[in-house]
C-alpha cells in the first residue's frame, strides 16, 4: 500500500468515528481532516491520529521553550514603545523525541524527522539512554515509514 493510501484509508476512519455509517458520510458529505506528512506537524497530526484509532497512548513532547514579549511603555506624544522580549529555555528534558509511544507494554520514543533535518547532538544523547533503558527509540521520515516501524514493533498489528 503506497504512502498517500495508507494516509486515505486514516482519513476514512476518521470519518466513520463521526459518522454511524460509511453510507451517511457518502450522503451527507461530512467534513473530514486530511492528513499529510509533508510537514513535521502533519505527520505528527497523522501519527496521533493512528493511535486513536489502534489503540495505545500517543503523547506529543514539547521541547522548545517560548519567547516573552517585552512590555509596551508609553513615550509622552509618540505613543508606544515596545521593549526587547526574552526567550525562555525549555523545563523539559532537551533533546528529547517528539513522540512518547506506549502500547502492550512496550515504550517507543519516536522522533519525526522530514527533508534535510538531522538529529542534534542532545537528541543523540537522549536516544542512547533510551535504548540503554531498554526502550525502543527510532527516526521517522514520512507516514509509510511509520507504518512499517509500527509492524515491526508491534507485529503487524492493526
Known amino acids: 500500500m503506497t ?17 454511524k455509517s460509511e453510507r451517511e458520510v457518502e450522503v451527507f458529505g461530512m467534513l473530514y481532516t486530511r492528513h499529510s506528512d509533508k510537514t513535521e506537524r502533519g505527520l505528527i497530526k497523522a501519527i496521533e491520529a493512528w493511535f486513536k484509532f489502534h489503540g495505545g497512548i500517543c503523547r506529543r513532547i514539547h521541547t522548545q521553550g517560548r519567547f516573552l514579549q517585552g512590555k509596551k511603555v508609553g513615550t509622552g506624544m509618540y505613543g508606544l514603545k515596545q521593549l526587547p522580549g ?17 502500547k502492550n507494554g512496550i ?34 521520515h514520512n507516514f509509510n515509514e511509520f507504518i512499517e516501524q509500527y509492524n515491526k514493533i508491534f507485529g503487524g498489528d492493526k
Open 107 to 140: 515504550s517507543w520514543e519516536c522522533e519525526i524527522k522530514i527533508g534535510k533535518d538531522r538529529q542534534s547532538t542532545k537528541q543523540k544523547e537522549y536516544q542512547s539512554n533510551v535504548e540503554s533503558q531498554g526502550a525502543i527509540y527510532t527516526i521517522v
Open 3 to 19: 504512502n498517500l493510501a495508507k494516509l486515505t484509508e486514516l482519513e476514512r476512519l476518521e470519518r466513520l468515528a463521526k459518522c
Open 86 to 102: 526574552k526567550f525562555i529555555p525549555t523545563t523539559g528534558t532537551v533533546g528529547a523525541a517528539d513522540l512518547s509511544i506506549l
